[in-house]
């Protein structure tokens, strides 16, 4: 009985071997396995959560721009800060001429390169800030205002030693091309407005929001709000074009200075409420071209309305004809199939429409 009981036993013995054995060569051959591809045509919003880039700085930094980056230091409201900005130039093709290109709210200078390749192609010196708040430039806690942003501007002309320029804005940053004109008349040679918002009084129908209220709603950082939000700015969204916008924002969602950003774009929110360039057009005296998409819609705090309210705002086609009837230089030009970006959704037919405009004397 004995030894039936040690034959059991060794028998045991010799199962629970086999089976730790093969355990642990299934987990080796586990372990060696390749990770399951993630199939390439998946967008950000449809990828698993652990298929994300790493974050980003709120300076952008880690996020490359088409050309080097350099930095003029300027004060403001006693805080130190750097203004980010790109020069770009050929000595073999110049022309003399400098063209100044202003970014949107929403964007930095670096959505330019295709403006900017096909300017200096043409012999343009190109000058691009990322105004402050904005881009590679610093983020401070401040309170933001066109005449801010115009005197920062001027002074990184100074510092480039460019007495005269034409001065391309989109979006906001057409409403800061309309001040700089307003200002400094006898710098601002020819002045083009793209989609520039401003053209109605927000305030006549937005109730005033707090920092707090619009900081709170700049926080997104899912995915699929961030492509969302996006979406308003094109008419056709193109993921292999448009989705670089959302990954930006996403990691930029990661940082963790991400609450000074979105701090930031609530004041720049305030600034552009607080102050229309409806009634400042009709001061402009420098040639003007005013180009628009035919399907932008875009328009500040339609959010905070009602939906038959909002029906009533960002009606690009008719605010960009009253335009064209206040300054007294302009000639619009309305590009069909495209939204609030028509630099970046048609951008043959902006340049060519640009480079026709700056070469007219």
């Known amino acids: 009985m004995r ?50 880039n790493d974050s980003i700085g709120i300076a952008l930094e880690g996020f490359a721009y088409p050309y080097p980056v350099q930095f003029l230091n300027l004060t403001i409201e006693g805080q ?27 964007f930095s200078g670096s959505y330019w390169q295709p403006t900017i390749q096909s300017l200096v192609t ?13 881009g590679k430039s610093s983020k401070p806690d401040v309170d933001y205002s066109f005449d801010m942003l115009a005197m920062n501007t001027m002074q990184l002309l100074d510092s480039l030693n460019i007495e005269t320029v034409d001065v391309v804005g989109h979006s906001m940053g057409g409403m800061l091309a309309v001040r700089l004109a307003r200002l400094y ?64 924002r996403v990691r930029l969602a990661q940082s963790a200075e991400y609450s000074r950003w979105t701090r930031a774009m609530a004041r720049t929110w305030h600034m ?19 180009m628009i ?19 009533t705002m960002g009606n690009f086609p008719e605010l960009s004809r009253f335009a064209n009837q206040a300054i007294s230089r302009s000639k619009l030009v309305e ?5 609030h970006i028509p630099h970046h959704e048609m951008p043959e037919r902006f340049n060519q429409e640009l480079l026709k405009f700056l070469s007219q004397s």
């Open 80 to 106: 130190p800060v750097r203004m980010g900005y790109m020069d770009i130039r050929q000595s073999d093709r110049a022309n003399g001429r400098t063209v100044l290109l202003l970014h949107g709210r929403n």
């Open 185 to 248: 008349p006898k710098r601002i040679q020819r002045v083009v407005l793209e989609a520039p918002v401003g053209l109605e009084d927000y305030r006549l129908k937005v109730p005033p929001q707090t920092i707090e209220q619009l900081q709170q709603d700049e926080s997104l950082s899912e995915p699929a709000a961030i492509e969302r939000f996006l979406r308003n700015f094109v008419h056709t969204w193109m993921p292999e074009r448009d989705q670089r916008f959302v990954q930006t």
């Open 3 to 52: 030894s039936l009981n040690l034959k059991s036993l060794r028998i045991k013995s010799v199962l629970l071997s086999s089976l730790i054995s093969f355990c642990l060569i299934g987990m080796l051959f586990w372990a060696i396995q390749p990770s399951p591809a993630i199939p390439s045509k998946l967008s950000s919003t449809q990828r698993p959560t652990f298929f994300t």
């Open 122 to 134: 043409a012999g343009y010196r190109v000058v691009v800030p990322d105004q402050v708040g904005f």
């Open 335 to 339: 590009i069909s199939g495209a939204g």
């Open 293 to 311: 998409g035919l399907e932008d819609r875009i328009a500040l705090g339609r959010a905070y309305v009602s939906q038959a309210v909002a029906a």
């Open 272 to 290: 552009i409420y607080r102050e229309p360039i409806r009634y400042e057009l009709s001061t402009l005296t420098q040639p003007t071209l005013l």
